[in-house]
């Protein structure tokens, strides 16, 4: 098999954004906003302290006080390094000088079985870990499954973003993802943007990869200024989940475009969760009217995309990133609204799990596609593109009517 040295861009989830100010077309009325009320989402700050009282958990301090601790089981074919990590997007395994990547999916099953990990322990470590990232003893944080929210600034913005995590995290977990990360992830939520590139400094030597926030795919951490609002916190919560814990060998184009189709999300009702129209419109528009590959239709490029030709990355210098960033969006955008157009017909997660479970012979997911949609990719190109032309403003659409 042919590894890539794994670039930067993999370890750390930024994705495209925005100009800073751009308006959310179409968005709903869930950012996250100044000014609310802590109690607003179930939680009592006191001191240093949270008390998180939908999930039953204390956390005060540098102590957390959970529920009989979770064992949970890395994901099959995970070989966690010396940070910990499960490998993602196509089953890697990290090495002393940072990490190796497949640009396609690669076979793990020949690994042993990786040892069982105490969920609740690794929560009280990632605990410990952010109090000495933020220089203070303590720090105020609230924990949901595997990720440990952390309010890093003591800003308005945290209690708002507890309320969206647990929302979103409900949903996932209701008829989407099955396996829930081993190790616990750090949410650092900041306010401030002053504060939130004072820490990317102190911590790389450098400012934030974006504006708004990332995932490091190997400590383990989001990053993120949540004054920007939902998309950023959704989009990276997916990465954890679905990249290294429910299909570590899932090609990039469907980690992103899942991710993506989150960053302006519609909860139609409790557990349920979908995305409408973004900023990213206007990138899968100009994608349509300038298909990438000869002779192939938009869908059978996107399916064809390894990681690197979807991050538009030159395989001998992996780790310079996206050599051309515009065509990277569009890549993303393309995702995106295939992740949409497929769930609005409730096909996306039927897809993803056939797709999953059969990886192993259907690497690029071809067979899976015509399972459950009954055709083949160049068959439903045109249905696709002409429910995403469909979209062009002053278009609505319903997301929460039952799907046709």
């Known amino acids: 098999m042919r590894l890539l040295a794994w670039p930067f861009a993999l370890l750390v989830s ?9 308006p959310q077309e179409g968005s709903p009325s869930i950012p996250i906003a100044s000014g609310v009320a802590p109690t ?12 998180p009282t939908a999930s039953g958990m204390t956390a005060t301090g540098l102590g957390v006080t959970a529920p009989a601790p979770r064992v949970v089981p890395t994901a099959p074919g995970a ?5 910990g990590v499960s490998p993602t997007l196509a089953g ?46 303590s720090v105020t944080h609230v924990d949901l499954d595997a990720f440990v929210l952390v309010d890093a600034d003591h800003g308005p913005h945290f209690a708002r973003a507890v309320d969206l995590a647990r929302k979103a995290l409900d949903a996932f977990f209701h008829g989407r993802f099955d396996r829930h990360p081993a190790r616990a992830v750090t949410v650092y939520v900041f306010s401030s943007q002053d504060a939130y590139q004072r820490f990317c400094r102190g911590r790389n030597g450098g400012t934030c990869p974006t504006t708004f926030g990332q995932y490091d795919r190997v400590s383990r951490e989001i990053v993120l200024h949540a004054t920007a609002g939902a998309e950023t916190l959704l989009h990276e ?49 100009h994608a349509l009217d300038a298909p990438e590959g000869p002779g ?20 001998a210098h992996p780790d310079a990133g996206a050599t051309d960033p515009a065509k990277e ?47 083949t990719l160049r068959e439903a190109d045109p249905d696709w593109e002409a429910y995403v032309r469909g979209l062009a403003p002053p278009a609505t659409e319903n997301p929460c009517r039952p799907p046709k």
């Open 40 to 51: 607003a989402s179930g939680v009592t700050a006191t001191g240093a302290g949270v008390t």
């Open 329 to 375: 969006n569009r890549h993303y955008a393309l995702a995106r609204y295939f992740a949409q157009w497929a769930d609005r017909q409730g096909k996306l997660w039927p897809f993803y799990r056939a797709y999953r479970d059969g990886v192993a012979s259907d690497p690029r997911g071809e067979r899976a596609f015509a399972a459950v949609f009954g055709r």
């Open 92 to 137: 890697v395994t990290p090495s002393a000088a940072g990490a190796t990547a497949a640009a396609s999916a690669v076979d793990t099953s020949f690994l042993p079985p990786t040892p069982a990990v105490d969920l609740a322990a690794s929560l009280r470590a990632a605990v410990t870990a952010a109090a000495a990232a933020l220089h203070t003893p």
């Open 296 to 315: 192939s239709t938009p869908l059978e490029s996107l399916f064809a995309m390894d990681t690197a030709a979807f991050l538009t990355l030159d395989p």
């Open 237 to 285: 919560l997916v990465h954890p989940i679905l990249g290294q814990a429910d299909f570590p060998r899932a090609p990039a184009f469907l980690d992103e475009g899942i991710a993506a189709l989150y960053e302006n999300p519609v909860f139609c009702a409790k557990g349920d969760i979908t995305g409408i129209r973004n900023w990213r419109y206007d990138d899968v528009k």
């Open 14 to 22: 930024a994705c495209a954004r925005p100009p800073s100010g751009s």
């Open 79 to 83: 070989t966690p390094g010396a940070s």
